[in-house]
């Protein structure tokens, strides 16, 4: 699926597709589950349900962002209802969300601004 693109700020990625495939991020195809930060993507090597543990590479990064946007898939099938309280405890604030939401909301906070990543699950 196409996801409306906003100029966003130089150098910072822009999801462009999102499919059962993959995504295309600025220009570039990535056919499995992503983290994108502001400094690029980065391979996320989550299976589901998902737990605290898969997101290694975003507390490692968590100075760099503000809000972490979790997509789900199809909705939020593959995120427990605690994921999003074990990972305030460990200093993340997210938001958990459908994987196309979660692309567009990033697109456009980056857009805005904001400091945004994004942990990326493809829909099946």
Not at 94 to 113: D, F, K, P, V
Request: aromatic share 8%; charged share 20%.
């Amino acid at each position: 699926m196409e996801v409306k693109t906003i100029p966003t700020p130089a150098g910072r990625p822009t999801i462009q597709s999102y499919g059962p495939e993959g995504f295309r991020i600025s220009g570039m195809f990535y056919a499995r589950p992503v983290f994108v930060f502001a400094g690029g993507v980065v391979a996320w090597h989550a299976a589901t349900p998902i737990g605290v543990d898969a997101f290694a590479a975003a507390l490692e990064r968590r100075g760099d962002f503000d809000l972490l946007l979790i997509g789900c898939g199809e909705g939020r099938d593959g995120c427990p209802p605690e994921l999003a309280l074990g990972l305030r405890e460990q200093g993340l604030h997210c938001e958990i969300m459908g994987t196309g939401a979660a692309c567009r909301t990033y697109n456009l906070l980056t857009a805005e601004g904001r400091r945004v990543a994004a942990a990326l699950l493809p829909p099946r």
